[in-house]
């Protein structure tokens, strides 16, 4: 079974500056895809970022960006220059490249402070 | 350029009743979901369809009720609404291609049972 882990329920971080949230999953499988989801107070689920586990190279979309690091089974999600419509809950989500399933962590809140 | 569609965006319910969340997508998406949120727990899977006629349990099936009879629907029924039912609903749906593993989320449904 597959399991995604966030152990940081409430980070804040300063208008402007960098901030990273933590997400680890436990899997057997080789293949697999991991996602950040950001879920702002409008409850609205969007896409922030995606990495495919055999691809090397870490993903970045504009301030984002993420560590993966395939051994360690560590997909952190760092934010540049935190604004503040960057505030909501983050999801970390795996899927395997066999699954139908997608498996989500319990989620990060982020506060950005003006 | 509606994509996922989910009604109602609120109700309320008293223990007992029987109600059918309604998903509908326009993306000809072979999989669709149903999530439910509960502070704490992230988003766990009810149960999901890969296809018209297939229709597959998740990690939290007890208490629903779900039917795929064309691709563009995906209902979600409570035969007999509990308290611990209240939640956030939200439907999901993603192509079968290349770009299978991106999953578009509705705009949730909130659920309170009395």
């Known amino acids: 079974a597959q399991t995604v882990t966030q152990s940081q329920p409430e980070m804040s971080v300063q208008e402007a500056e960098t901030v990273t949230l933590s997400c680890t999953y436990d899997t057997s499988e080789s293949n697999y895809y991991l996602f950040w989801y950001k879920q702002p107070p409008s409850r609205q689920m969007i896409l922030v970022i995606r990495q495919e586990a055999y691809k090397q190279q870490n993903a970045t979309e504009n301030r984002f960006s993420v560590n993966f690091q395939k051994a360690a089974k560590s997909f952190s999600l760092k934010i540049s220059d935190s604004q503040l419509g960057d505030t909501a809950m983050y999801f970390c989500?795996?899927?395997?490249?066999?699954?139908?399933?997608?498996?989500f962590g319990t989620g990060t809140s982020l506060t950005v402070i003006p | 350029n509606a994509g996922v569609t989910q009604t109602p965006k609120f109700q309320v319910l008293k223990t007992g009743q029987s109600m059918t969340l309604q998903c509908a997508q326009d993306?000809?998406?072979?999989?669709m979901s149903w999530y439910r949120q509960d502070p704490g727990m992230g988003l766990r899977l009810i149960h999901y369809?890969?296809?018209?006629?297939?229709?597959d349990q998740g990690e939290v099936p007890n208490g629903y009720n779900v039917s795929r009879s064309t691709t563009e629907d995906f209902p979600l029924r409570l035969l007999s609404a509990a308290p611990s039912q209240t939640s956030v609903y939200f439907c999901?749906?993603?192509?079968?291609?290349?770009?299978?593993?991106?999953?578009?989320f509705g705009a949730g449904t909130r659920l309170s049972v009395l």
């Open positions: 993306m000809n998406h072979e999989y």
């Open positions: 999901a749906s993603r192509t079968g291609g290349l770009a299978k593993n991106i999953q578009y």
């Open positions: 369809s890969v296809g018209a006629g297939i229709t």
């Open positions: 989500a795996f899927i395997s490249n066999t699954g139908n399933q997608f498996y």
